[in-house]
């Protein structure tokens, strides 16, 4: 893969691209070869490197193109962490097709409870433990709320009794400790790490969106370092928090017409959704310049052949770092030496990979109610 410049950013995936939108795909001098696409099982992690894969690009809607909001983290470390920052509806599909195991899914770093950032939560916490994710619960990390119910500890034990009936039906069949949802709530207010373990350090930062009770979070790892915005306006406590970081992706709505044109919503509701709560392509360059990554990585935006032009060239104006628009499955290697950006290139039918188990559990039949025996058609 070559560190040559294109005049014109690569077709989108879905319309057939198959190279990230950036007019950089190589930052530096990579101490390894990297494919044109990421191949997922035919490119092994390498020693202290970070492997970033944007699960959800997308929206509130999602679609088949875009996922809703979450990336995803592959940590060079003995361990092999695997960390997410949100998980939208959609994200656990995209998973599904990066042969990873499904068995080391269980560490979600939720930047706020807005649906579009925790629908597949429940997916995870409930439909995955019935495919191999069994060592224990889903841990989940994020912000306080204004008062206890706006919180991240009342969501979690809200979403585990949600599935108190599909824990109930798993019974004898699946350890229940999966199926357990464990909250770990932070001051929204504060900058502060929220998670260090293994070399692993999680840092979460407040950002303005909506209402109080939003963050972004830092990870750094063994001289490499990764930052994810959430859904934010442009502000102070993300750049502070985010100075010298290699790659940071924040969220780049469309301007307002763009937005209003490609989505039907009205001129008057997308110039709300943008002024009041999200990041405008020039907004998103000014935060760029005071940060400085090496990478800065464009989501949350509503991808089209109309929009995303639009957004580079208003982005363009106030800055000339690198840039990559990223898409569902756009991948980004980070290593003291280089940042790269590419395509996956996946199936879309994969069966689910458990990976190591830990914890043994052995699986026991329940007796059926007694009901069922009147019930049930024979076929003996």
């Known amino acids: 893969m070559n560190n040559t410049e294109s005049a014109t950013l690569p077709a989108l995936t879905y319309e057939g691209g198959t190279r990230a ?16 696409m990421f191949v997922p099982g035919e490119e092994p992690l390498e020693d202290g490197e970070l492997r970033v894969t944007v699960l959800g690009s997308g929206n509130p809607w999602p679609t088949r193109a875009q996922a809703s909001a979450s990336v995803l983290v592959e940590v060079g470390n003995a361990e092999r962490d695997i960390l997410v920052f949100d998980l939208g509806t959609g994200s656990v599909a995209n998973y599904a097709s990066l042969k990873l195991p499904v068995n080391k899914l269980n560490k979600v770093f939720l930047t706020h409870l807005h649906a579009d950032h925790m629908g597949d939560v429940i997916t995870l916490g409930g439909s995955l433990a019935k495919v191999g994710r069994a060592d224990g619960p889903v841990y989940v990390w994020g912000p306080s709320g204004t008062e206890p119910r706006l919180g991240t500890s009342h969501f979690a034990e809200a979403i585990e009794e949600a599935l108190a009936w599909d824990t109930a039906a798993g019974f004898g069949a699946i350890n229940p400790d999966s199926m357990r949802i464990v909250g770990t709530e932070s001051d929204f207010s504060k900058t502060q790490v929220v998670y260090e373990a293994n070399g692993v350090k999680v840092t979460s930062f407040p950002v303005v969106h909506c209402i109080s009770g939003a963050v972004g ?14 859904d934010t306006r442009p502000c102070w406590p993300l750049v502070r928090a985010c100075e010298g970081v290699d790659v940071l992706i924040h969220e780049c709505f469309p301007p307002a017409a763009a937005l209003a044109a490609a989505s039907g919503l009205s001129i008057e509701r997308a110039t709300i959704a943008l002024n009041a709560a999200h990041t405008s392509p020039t907004a998103a360059g000014k935060v760029f310049s005071l940060v400085k990554p090496k990478l800065a990585g464009l989501w949350h935006t509503l991808l089209s052949p109309q929009v995303v032009p639009a957004i580079f060239a208003e982005l363009r104006s106030v800055y000339d770092g690198a840039v990559v628009q990223t898409q569902d499955l756009t991948v980004i290697n980070i290593t003291p030496e280089a940042v790269v950006s590419r395509q996956a290139s996946v199936s879309d039918q994969l069966p689910p990979i458990p990976g190591h188990q830990c914890v043994s559990f052995q699986p026991v039949a329940v007796p059926p109610p007694d009901w069922w025996a009147e019930a049930l058609i024979s076929v003996d």
């Open 21 to 36: 939108m950036t007019l950089t795909p190589v930052i530096g001098t990579p101490r390894r070869e990297y494919g044109e």
């Open 217 to 230: 979070y830092r990870l750094d790892f063994g001289g490499v370092s990764f930052a994810y915005s959430g």
